[in-house]
């Protein structure tokens, strides 16, 4: 069964989809006729009590499941960008380098910032931690360039 929360950064709502007590999504967009939860399940109560660390700056431990969904390359981005330390920044060429040396063949880092941009799990699985290899930001399209400004800001103060 599929639950559907809001939590409320401080940048705006993050919309969290919890299904059969695993995490599944924390993102930006919106939900469409679908019912918000009022009661937060025993997952959504952990995941709350995860976001209200972190934007404390706090580095709380993930004590709950979560899925990856996508194809093999997506889950390999996601599962590399995961393992970004807090408060460091990794650039979309070294996670293209990574994979490309796993398995052998040739990845481009704009095929890394395409899996990106569909992370299903903003914050636990830290896309904005992800920067272009000249040091500059990159990705975070639009309005959400603020928000990956944010994060970062927020860990380099607190890390």
């Known amino acids: 069964m599929e639950e559907y929360f809001l939590y409320h950064a401080p940048f705006g709502d993050l919309h969290i989809t919890v299904k059969d007590d695993v995490l599944v999504s924390i993102t930006l967009h919106g939900y469409d006729d679908v019912p918000i939860c009022k009661t937060p399940s025993k997952t959504a109560k952990k995941v709350f009590d995860?976001?209200?660390r972190y934007f404390?700056?706090?580095r709380g431990q993930i004590d709950f499941d979560y899925a990856i969904n996508g194809s093999a390359f997506q889950k390999a981005v996601l599962a590399k960008t995961s393992m970004i330390p807090y408060g460091k920044t990794c650039s979309y060429q070294d996670i293209a380098k990574a994979i490309a040396k796993e398995r052998d063949k040739r990845v481009s880092f704009q095929a890394v910032g395409q899996a990106l941009k569909h992370n299903p799990l903003m914050i636990v699985i830290p896309c904005h931690r992800v920067i272009k290899s000249d040091g500059n930001l990159g990705g975070y399209?639009?309005?959400?360039?603020?928000?990956?400004?944010?994060?970062?800001?927020?860990?380099m103060e607190t890390k």
């Open 56 to 58: 404390k700056g706090e």
């Open 50 to 52: 995860f976001l209200d």
């Open 141 to 155: 399209d639009g309005d959400h360039m603020e928000i990956k400004k944010y994060l970062l800001k927020l860990e």
